[in-house]
């Protein structure tokens, strides 16, 4: 851990360990940037150097927005637990004047902190000296009439608008038994909190009558996607998982497998109950790399050893449209999981398609399932968490978050994003389709010749569904609120939630779906961006603010709109 210094630029910015100072000088913030601030571990701090200039702001409780003269945006996440020093000069090592959160809003912006809802703050030019020269906002409505304000172009709508503020800190309606019914089997660890587990190194004496054969010692290179998959159950259940040298609940085998059988387990119980039998010819750490099919073969198997049915028998069933990887582990059906691989030999050019995309935890119906047995984790991520989400990194992650202010950050996406706030949805985050990354191929293999340029573009097109594209690779579970995002270059679409959210969308052509409740924020970066209310325009109020920000008012919810 360490405390550092940070010379803000551009982007999300959040060392996350040591009491930290994130600095703001005029001649280094870049023009146009959209910067978030978010760091909630340390005692941090922000230092305004003197030249700087704040043309605008907005501030929430624990959130503030400030417009910069180089048009430069600054979200500052966790703002209520950050100092904020003025002036002065780290490099120079002359000191500044230090404020709290609520002196910061009121000498700097000239507002004051909303219990709910934003207030609309003003100007000020920073001085070296930590002295500020502030113009307050501006009113030009002559004062409360009594009928609220009534003067043209005036923040009228604003108080109207920030009544529909919506903030919910916790979790919303948690999973429940009949939520994921094709994968519950109703057969569960019942009335255990911590589940033990075990590695057999040879043949235990009660497997007698079981006609096992190729029994090995449990391979050690398949320990750690065992590992790995207790850790991700524990991070969003209240179970806890322990390793016992012999006779765990669960205890894990490498056998010889017969027919198209890969492995099998059993449903919780005693004696041969819940444990799993993998294949004996999976023995080494490359095969058992994150992503590839026996790591995957390892979460498909401990599900059935907790309860989890497959997606695809018995009286339940996903529906055609879901059944699939994506949407259970416990289905048989590949789902945007391949990429390709090629080699040149000579004049020639080969290649193989390699499932490499596989997840490496549970997916959005199995968390439900799991969680509708087990109960919830309430510590996971509780308080102000951000995901940073892109095509290289995010293969199929669910968000189980139990609290606190939330960012996905896409802001590095070159992709497409297809953003869904609500929760139990999927959201495609920085798409890669067939052509881009058979372009991508060509580029990187410095390929000149046509008709291997041809042959590249064939295959990636061939695989279909499966290949691994970056759509549906991000999920937000049940009862799960997360209030903001971030997009990037792309033609992004982004669709809000009930809470109040802060919408950045970057450059391109974006679209903002807003229909659920809530007092949004919506910042649609360069661009030519759409705003769509999905009611008739007749039934909203939109009123341009003082700063330049246009308020839209509707029954059901409110957004203010920049950018």
């Not at 430069?72 to 904020?84: D, E, K, N, P, R």
């Not at 054969?213 to 398949?222: K, L, T, Y």
């Not at 497959?310 to 009286?315: I, R, Y």
């Amino acid at each position: 851990m360490s405390n550092d210094t940070f010379i803000v630029q551009r982007g999300i910015v959040g060392k996350g360990e040591g009491d930290d100072i994130y600095v703001f000088s005029s001649n280094l913030v870049d023009s146009n940037a959209e910067i978030t601030i978010t760091d909630t571990q340390g005692s941090n701090s922000l230092q305004f150097i003197g030249g700087l200039s704040i043309t605008s702001s907005i501030v929430a409780s624990d959130t503030v927005q400030l417009t910069l003269s180089n048009g430069a945006t600054v979200t500052i996440l966790g703002a209520s637990s950050m100092s904020y020093t003025i002036g002065g000069d780290p490099v120079a090592g002359t000191a500044g004047v230090d404020k709290d959160f609520a002196t910061f809003v009121s000498d700097i912006l000239s507002t004051t902190v909303p219990t709910s809802g934003t207030s609309t703050g003003g100007s000020a030019d920073i001085n070296s000296d930590g002295s500020a020269t502030v113009v307050p906002p501006t009113d030009t409505g002559g004062g409360d009439t009594g009928g609220g304000d009534t003067g043209g172009g005036s923040d009228s709508l604003l108080t109207q608008a920030q009544a529909k503020s919506s903030t919910n800190a916790t979790t919303g309606t948690l999973p429940t038994t009949g939520d994921s019914p094709a994968l519950e089997s109703g057969v569960y660890w019942t009335g255990k909190s911590n589940i033990t587990y075990s590695y057999n190194l040879t043949e235990p004496a009660d497997y007698a009558g079981e006609n096992l054969s190729g029994f090995i010692a449990f391979p050690d290179a398949a320990k750690p996607s065992v590992e790995s998959s207790f850790t991700d159950i524990a991070t969003f259940t209240p179970l806890t998982f322990s390793e016992v040298s012999v006779d765990g609940d669960i205890e894990w085998n490498a056998i010889a497998q017969s027919g198209n059988t890969d492995a099998y387990a059993y449903y919780p119980g005693s004696g041969i109950g819940g444990d799993v039998f993998l294949n004996n010819e999976y023995t080494t750490s490359e095969q058992y790399t994150a992503g590839q099919s026996p790591f995957f073969t390892v979460i498909h198997e401990l599900g059935h050893a907790m309860g989890l049915d497959h997606s695809f028998e018995g009286d339940a069933t996903l529906p055609a449209s879901e059944e699939n990887i994506t949407h259970s582990v416990m289905s048989y059906t590949d789902y945007h999981n391949y990429t390709m691989e090629f080699t040149l030999s000579g004049n020639s050019i080969n290649s193989q398609s390699v499932g490499s995309y596989y997840t490496t935890g549970y997916a959005l119906y199995d968390v439900m399932a799991l969680q509708a047995a087990y109960g919830v984790n309430t510590s996971h991520n509780s308080t102000d968490t951000t995901y940073t989400v892109g095509f290289g990194t995010t293969v199929q992650e669910v968000i189980w978050d139990a609290g606190g202010t939330d960012l996905i950050d896409a802001s590095a996406a070159t992709g497409v994003c297809t953003v869904d706030l609500r929760e139990q949805t999927f959201s495609s985050i920085d798409i890669k389709d067939a052509a881009t990354q058979a372009a991508e191929k060509v580029t990187e293999m410095g390929i000149t010749s046509q008709t291997f340029i041809n042959f590249i573009n064939d295959q990636y097109t061939n695989l279909g569904d499966q290949l691994y594209t970056g759509e549906m690779n991000l999920a937000i579970t049940k009862g799960v609120v997360i209030e903001n995002v971030t997009t990037g270059s792309a033609n992004d679409s982004v669709q809000d939630n009930a809470v109040d959210n802060v919408i950045s969308t970057g450059a391109g052509d974006d679209i903002i779906i807003l229909n659920q409740g809530g007092f949004d924020t919506v910042n649609g970066g360069t661009g030519t961006d759409t705003v769509q209310l999905s009611i008739a325009s007749s039934a909203a109020q939109v009123e341009k603010q003082t700063d330049g920000s246009y308020i839209v008012l509707a029954d059901s919810f409110a957004a203010q709109l920049t950018g």
